[in-house]
């Protein structure tokens, strides 16, 4: 068994669910909506015990580093699988956000060794903004009358 072996690699969204992603980055982009709030879960198998694991994320936009995130994983004992799952995000929001970004993932012991890679591709797509629905106003009714000032018993005194 290799030190380590990334297993799967699942997008959690509020919107849409739990979706695991192909291992090889390969293939069209995720699509995922401007706003959304997502959250990454990795599975994976240790061949040896394994101190101080690191997962840290690079994203790129227009081939241009845009952040970099860095995770303290802890240390594991060799087997698993393990599943780790990483604190939610919420994705930017304005079509000057949207459009393809690469997402490379590095795993890396205490001392630096690189252990594994992943890369995935996401296309951010614009959600139009959804109008309040109005309730229709009901219909117009011709004034109420004046109220009346003799009663069956003679005039209302005033």
Same mark, same amino acid.
């Given at each position: 068994m290799a030190p380590f072996e990334l297993t799967r690699v699942? $997008?959690?969204q509020e919107e849409r669910g739990t979706a695991v992603l192909p291992l090889d980055?390969?293939?069209d982009p995720v699509e995922l909506p401007e706003g959304g709030t997502l959250s990454l879960a990795l599975a994976f198998r240790v061949g040896e015990a394994v101190d101080g694991l690191v997962f840290e994320e690079t994203r790129r936009y227009a081939g241009k580093v845009i952040g970099t995130t860095r995770t303290t994983l802890g240390?594991?004992?060799a087997g698993g699988p393990y599943e780790v799952h990483l604190p939610p995000e919420? $994705?930017?929001v304005g079509r000057t956000n949207c459009g393809v970004y690469e997402v490379t993932g590095r795993f890396t012991d205490s001392t630096g060794r690189v252990l594994g890679r992943e890369h995935h591709r996401f296309r951010l797509v614009h959600q139009p903004v959804q109008q309040p629905v109005r309730a229709a106003r009901p219909p117009?009714?011709?004034?109420a009358p004046p109220p009346a000032t003799d009663t069956p018993n003679g005039p209302v005194p005033a």
């Open positions: 699942s $997008l959690a980055g390969d293939g240390g594991y004992r919420r $994705l930017p117009r009714t011709p004034a």
